[in-house]
């Protein structure tokens, strides 16, 4: 799937401004399908409306800049839907943390604790968010999604719970001297 697809996906629950779009894919409900770029999104609307995908309107404010407003067209829900025939990509998962996990036993015991206390912060803070977005969209497939994201999270968050003491006894049992890594240099 492409920034494309998902600004039409955006697009398909109601016109937006470039802004909003941006807003929505960057760090709303749509954030969490495609990565897009600042950059990729606006390039997006102008091909797209040069398609005949979108149109756009300019909408009149005052003491500001007009406003761009964009609308799905027929032609381009037609190619929002045939994008959702094809097979999707896989999921493409990266975490610093795990990187930090993996490398447990080159940090201090403070530095792997205050990792874990901040993952799980990271974690609840995202079970929040979906939440309160799941309220937001209005497609019947909404809370099914959320309920996929609070399964994964969740046990996540029960995983770390239940094995951070595993993390914490390998803390510092391979700490690098200094004089090592300055003779390295």
């Known amino acids: 799937m492409n920034v494309r697809t998902l600004c039409l996906a955006v697009l398909n629950s109601g016109d937006a401004t470039g802004y909003e779009i941006r807003k929505l894919v960057s760090e709303g409900h749509f954030s969490h399908f495609v990565d897009a770029s600042f950059g990729s999104i606006y390039p997006a609307l102008k091909s797209m409306s040069d398609d005949q995908l979108v149109m756009v309107r300019e909408v009149q404010q005052d003491g500001k800049p007009n406003r761009k407003v964009y609308s799905?067209?027929?032609?381009?829900?037609?190619?929002?839907?045939?994008?959702?025939?094809?097979?999707?990509?896989?999921?493409?998962?990266?975490?610093?943390f795990l990187l930090l996990a993996m490398c447990a036993e080159?940090?201090?015991l403070e530095n792997v604790?205050?990792?874990?206390?901040a993952q799980i912060e990271f974690l609840k803070e995202e079970l929040s968010q979906i939440d309160s977005e799941v309220r937001e969209i209005?497609?019947?497939?909404?809370?099914?999604?959320?309920?996929?994201?609070?399964?994964?999270?969740s046990q996540g968050l029960e995983y770390i719970q239940s094995n951070r003491s595993a993390l914490e006894d390998?803390?510092?049992?391979?700490?690098?001297s200094t004089n090592k890594l300055i003779a390295a240099e």
């Open 72 to 96: 799905i067209t027929d032609l381009g829900r037609a190619e929002f839907l045939s994008a959702l025939t094809k097979p999707a990509q896989k999921d493409n998962y990266k975490s610093e």
């Open 106 to 108: 080159m940090m201090s």
């Open 113 to 117: 604790r205050a990792a874990l206390d």
């Open 138 to 153: 209005d497609l019947a497939g909404a809370d099914w999604v959320a309920n996929y994201g609070r399964a994964c999270l």
């Open 170 to 176: 390998i803390a510092g049992t391979s700490l690098p």
